[in-house]
C-alpha cells in the first residue's frame, strides 16, 4: 500500500486508515536561496520526496511538508524567509500533538534543511516527554551516497546546497522547476571561523551555489531518494521495534 498523502486525503480516509497501528512522516522544507538555476521552495520539494519515499512501505500517513524553517544564514539573498529556532520547533510540537491527539503510534521527522535540525531534536524531545515516540532523520548516509554518484566535488565536506546533488533530485521531482541553463558551479573560500561564529553565506558567496549542479540528472537524482530511503529503513525498522509498534500491512 502506498502511504496515504494528505495531498489527495478526505479526512474519513485517515480516520479509516487508523483503525490500525498508524506512522505519521513529516517532512521539514524552509524557503530559501539555491542558486540562479532553483526554486526557492527546493528543501520543501526535496523533503516530500524523500518523506514519500519512506512512507510508502510503511502505509504511513504522508504529511504536507513544513514549507518554512529556519534559514537565518541565508537570510542576505532576497527570497528567503526564516521562522526562528522557537516558532519552529514550537510548529513542529503543535502538529506532533495534533497527530497523538487523533491516534497515531509515532512520527518520524525527515528534515531537508540544515538549520532545521536543532529545533527539530528539540520538538522531537518536547514530542517523546509527552509519550509520543519520535524519529529524527536528516537524509540518512547521504554523504556516501555523494561520493558514490557525483562526478563533482563539493565545495565542503557534507556541504550539499544548490549543487550537484539536490539538483539532481530537483531534476527527478519538479524538472519543470529547474533552469540548467542557468546552472553555474562556485567554490567559495570559507572563512576560517565558519561553523564557529554566526555567518552569513552571501557574506563570501555572491551566487548561493555550493559546488558543481551542471552534472546533474534525474537518474542521479532517483538514486539519492532511493539511496536515503534505503539508509533509513533499518533505523525506522529499529525505532518501531524499540517502542513495540507493529506496522501491520493491510
Ligand atoms: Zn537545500
Keep these: ?146 561520493e558514490k554518484h557525483c562526478d563533482s566535488t563539493p565545495a565542503a565536506p557534507h556541504f550539499y546546497h544548490a549543487d550537484e546533488v539536490e539538483t539532481s533530485m530537483m531534476l527527478a521531482l519538479r524538472p519543470d522547476a529547474v533552469r540548467m541553463a542557468d546552472a553555474a558551479p562556485s567554490y567559495p573560500t570559507f572563512p576560517a571561523t565558519f561553523g564557529a561564529e554566526p555567518m552569513q553565506l552571501r557574506s563570501f558567496n555572491p551566487s548561493g551555489v555550493f559546488g558543481d549542479p551542471r552534472p546533474a540528472t534525474a537518474n542521479k537524482g532517483r538514486a539519492f531518494i532511493e539511496g536515503i530511503a534505503a539508509n533509513a529503513a533499518p533505523i525506522i525498522a529499529a525505532f518501531l521495534h524499540r517502542h513495540g509498534i507493529a506496522v501491520i500491512e493491510p
Design 1 to 146: 500500500m502506498p502511504a496515504l498523502d494528505f495531498a489527495f486525503t478526505p479526512w474519513t480516509d485517515v480516520e479509516a486508515r487508523l483503525t490500525r497501528p498508524t506512522v505519521a512522516v513529516l517532512p521539514l522544507g524552509a524557503v530559501e536561496q539555491h542558486g540562479a538555476h532553483l526554486p526557492l521552495t527546493v528543501d520543501a520539494d526535496l523533503a516530500l520526496g524523500v518523506a514519500r519515499a519512506i512512507a510508502d512501505p510503511l502505509d504511513a500517513l504522508l504529511l504536507p511538508a513544513m514549507p518554512y524553517g529556519d534559514a537565518w544564514n541565508n537570510a542576505a539573498y532576497p527570497g528567503t524567509l526564516s521562522l526562528s529556532p522557537a516558532t519552529l520547533r514550537a510548529a513542529i510540537t503543535d502538529i506532533g500533538k495534533g497527530l497523538q491527539e487523533m491516534g497515531v503510534s509515532s512520527l518520524i521527522l525527515l528534515n531537508g534543511h540544515f538549520g532545521n535540525h536543532e529545533p527539530m531534536l528539540l520538538a522531537a524531545r518536547d514530542l517523546a516527554g509527552g509519550g509520543l515516540p519520535c524519529l529524527h532523520l536528516d537524509y540518512p548516509g547521504l554523504a556516501e551516497l555523494a
